[in-house]
């Protein structure tokens, strides 16, 4: 159970982050701090893409955990 919940917090965050991207800092900048520094660090250079990449190799790796057990 620890992995699919694992596993659904991430699709939600890269949900979220990828949602987030064309959205200006500015109009969440003082309304929601903690998102604009993940958002100020998922964005900086490459970051993004090596996120989601990462992400696919754990969702693969969870399902199968899963599907063996």
Same mark, same amino acid.
Request: charged share 15%; glycine share 8%; hydrophobic share 45%.
């Given at each position: 159970? !620890?992995a699919i919940?694992?596993?659904?917090? @991430?699709?939600?965050?890269?949900? =979220?982050? @990828?949602?987030?991207?064309?959205?200006?800092? /500015?109009?969440?900048? /003082?309304?929601?701090?903690?998102?604009? =520094?993940?958002?100020? +660090?998922?964005? *900086?250079? /490459? *970051?993004? /893409?090596?996120?989601?990449?990462?992400?696919?190799?754990? +969702?693969?790796? @969870? !399902?199968?955990? @899963? *599907?063996? =057990?």
């Amino acid at each position: 159970w !620890v992995a699919i919940i694992w596993l659904s917090m @991430v699709e939600g965050g890269q949900g =979220s982050l @990828v949602g987030l991207q064309p959205i200006q800092f /500015d109009l969440y900048k /003082d309304s929601h701090p903690i998102t604009y =520094s993940s958002t100020k +660090v998922a964005f *900086n250079g /490459d *970051n993004l /893409d090596r996120y989601l990449l990462g992400r696919q190799f754990m +969702v693969c790796l @969870v !399902v199968f955990i @899963v *599907n063996m =057990s």
